[in-house]
């Protein structure tokens, strides 16, 4: 089974505070590279980071496991996390704590991706969980649709535009082993 895990694109939807808002007049549009359903690669806070046109293709495609917490995700709380999963997606409105995003950094995870608008705390200063995790290289997946999404293993395919920027809204979808 396949599941869309990409928010829909639309004029006048809502955008994380301080970006432009998303419009559309006859055939151009216009909007911020961390809209909807975005990646954000090492460039978004590291001035020699990599760009999304840079990040290798085996980051953001292959299999994954999805969990499901609520508020904020702490260290102890990866644990139960297969050793071998090598991204991570999460349910339920969740941010990391710093320690996690170190967690999950010692575990070389590839990719990290989350239904919340951030994988920081609102309140955070600085963005450390961004900062820990674009510093070692692993591109953050932010505003999937995740909902009725079966928990475990699966398949995940990320396809952003091979823009030499910071950000990228992507296509996101889910595959669930037969």
Same mark, same amino acid.
């Given at each position: 089974?396949?599941?869309?895990?990409?928010?829909?694109?639309?004029?006048?939807?809502?955008?994380?505070?301080?970006?432009?808002?998303?419009?559309?007049?006859?055939?151009?549009?216009?909007?911020?590279?961390?809209?909807?359903?975005?990646?954000?690669?090492?460039?978004?806070?590291?001035?020699?980071?990599?760009?999304?046109?840079?990040?290798?293709?085996?980051?953001?495609?292959?299999?994954?496991? /999805?969990?499901?917490?609520?508020?904020? =995700? &702490?260290?102890?709380? %990866?644990? @139960? $996390? +297969?050793?071998?999963?090598? *991204? !991570?997606?999460?349910?339920?409105?969740?941010?990391?704590?710093?320690?996690?995003?170190?967690?999950?950094?010692?575990?070389?995870?590839?990719?990290?991706?989350?239904?919340?608008?951030?994988?920081?705390?609102?309140?955070?200063?600085?963005?450390?969980?961004?900062?820990?995790? /674009?510093?070692?290289?692993?591109?953050? =997946? &932010?505003?999937?649709? %995740?909902? @009725? $999404? +079966?928990?475990?293993?699966? *398949? !995940?395919?990320?396809?952003?535009?091979?823009?030499?920027?910071?950000?990228?809204?992507?296509?996101?979808?889910?595959?669930?082993?037969?």
């Amino acid at each position: 089974m396949r599941y869309d895990l990409t928010r829909p694109l639309r004029p006048g939807m809502p955008v994380y505070p301080g970006d432009p808002p998303v419009t559309a007049e006859g055939g151009r549009w216009s909007l911020g590279t961390h809209t909807g359903t975005h990646l954000d690669a090492p460039a978004h806070l590291l001035a020699e980071g990599a760009d999304v046109a840079a990040l290798p293709l085996e980051r953001l495609l292959g299999e994954a496991f /999805l969990i499901e917490a609520a508020g904020c =995700l &702490e260290a102890d709380a %990866l644990r @139960g $996390v +297969p050793a071998e999963a090598c *991204r !991570l997606l999460v349910r339920g409105g969740a941010f990391l704590s710093p320690e996690a995003a170190d967690r999950l950094v010692r575990r070389r995870v590839l990719l990290f991706g989350t239904d919340a608008a951030s994988c920081d705390a609102p309140e955070a200063a600085g963005l450390p969980a961004h900062r820990r995790l /674009l510093a070692a290289g692993t591109p953050i =997946l &932010e505003g999937l649709q %995740l909902a @009725g $999404v +079966p928990l475990g293993w699966g *398949r !995940l395919y990320c396809l952003p535009l091979r823009l030499a920027s910071d950000g990228c809204p992507v296509r996101a979808a889910w595959e669930v082993p037969a």
